[in-house]
């Protein structure tokens, strides 16, 4: 186990980890006790800087290790879901931190919880107000970079090696976003698709890994019979 520091303050949390193990993000504390965005590398730990605010913390990391994405506040105080890059891509420029945006009626809040790894496509949720969800899809090609939203009352945390499998949560149950015809993508039940032996329900679906036509998701369920939350490893289609 390595100690990765921290940014000059008491702690940090190591989210994300690129394909070979180079490049590691998360946050960590600064000296004046704000939680910074950090990736590191070589035993080195940079900050990633925020939208003008103070805080951000980084999530997810693509497979090469240069393009990064979590939630940094802006100048009002707001989180909002960020894409920071450290080659020239369709989402940023080098060393750029990026506001992904939200949607007009989700203006509280927004933040990007996974990356695909080429870092074309980005996954999350933005938030109103009222603390409502909507999970979010970003992808690259866009001038306008406007999210592409995936459904209400959900959020989208792991998204496949190819950007077209992603996973999450709606109403409380762990679904997967599947391709249709075109651009379309249509939300299923996990728990509705397969046979469960020991949970009463798949809950939340947290990370999804691809490997040729091996589909593998983890997340967590509710088994009634020893009333307890227990991870789950399901292997889909």
């Given at each position: 186990m390595q100690d990765l520091?921290?940014?000059?303050?008491?702690?940090?949390?190591?989210y994300g980890i690129s394909a070979n193990g180079d490049v590691v993000v998360g946050w960590a504390e600064d000296h004046n006790k704000r939680r910074r965005a950090f990736y590191w590398q070589g035993g080195n730990m940079y900050d990633l800087g925020t939208l003008g605010g103070d805080n951000s913390e980084a999530y997810s990391?693509?497979?090469?290790?240069?393009?990064?994405v979590?939630?940094?506040?802006d100048v009002a105080g707001r989180r909002r879901a960020f894409c920071w890059t450290t080659v020239d891509t369709d989402f940023g420029s080098m060393l750029d931190i990026l506001n992904l945006g939200t949607l007009p009626e989700?203006?509280?809040?927004?933040?990007?919880?996974?990356?695909?790894?080429?870092?074309?496509?980005?996954?999350?949720?933005?938030?109103?107000?009222?603390?409502?969800p909507c999970a979010l899809r970003w992808y690259e090609r866009s001038s306008t970079r406007h999210p592409d939203s995936l459904g209400s009352g959900s959020r989208a945390y792991g998204v496949s090696r190819n950007g077209r499998l992603i996973v999450g949560v709606s109403n409380g149950r762990a679904v997967i976003w599947v391709p249709k015809q075109g651009e379309k993508i249509e939300m299923e039940r996990l728990d509705a698709k397969v046979v469960l032996e020991r949970f009463s329900r798949l809950e939340v679906a947290r990370a999804i890994s691809q490997t040729g036509y091996s589909v593998y998701i983890v997340g967590w369920g509710y088994n009634s019979s020893t009333r307890r939350t227990e991870a789950f490893l399901l292997q889909w289609g």
């Amino acid at each position: 186990m390595q100690d990765l520091g921290t940014l000059g303050g008491d702690e940090s949390a190591a989210y994300g980890i690129s394909a070979n193990g180079d490049v590691v993000v998360g946050w960590a504390e600064d000296h004046n006790k704000r939680r910074r965005a950090f990736y590191w590398q070589g035993g080195n730990m940079y900050d990633l800087g925020t939208l003008g605010g103070d805080n951000s913390e980084a999530y997810s990391v693509s497979a090469n290790g240069r393009v990064i994405v979590g939630w940094a506040e802006d100048v009002a105080g707001r989180r909002r879901a960020f894409c920071w890059t450290t080659v020239d891509t369709d989402f940023g420029s080098m060393l750029d931190i990026l506001n992904l945006g939200t949607l007009p009626e989700y203006d509280d809040h927004s933040v990007a919880w996974g990356v695909s790894e080429n870092g074309g496509v980005v996954v999350g949720y933005a938030q109103n107000t009222s603390g409502y969800p909507c999970a979010l899809r970003w992808y690259e090609r866009s001038s306008t970079r406007h999210p592409d939203s995936l459904g209400s009352g959900s959020r989208a945390y792991g998204v496949s090696r190819n950007g077209r499998l992603i996973v999450g949560v709606s109403n409380g149950r762990a679904v997967i976003w599947v391709p249709k015809q075109g651009e379309k993508i249509e939300m299923e039940r996990l728990d509705a698709k397969v046979v469960l032996e020991r949970f009463s329900r798949l809950e939340v679906a947290r990370a999804i890994s691809q490997t040729g036509y091996s589909v593998y998701i983890v997340g967590w369920g509710y088994n009634s019979s020893t009333r307890r939350t227990e991870a789950f490893l399901l292997q889909w289609g």
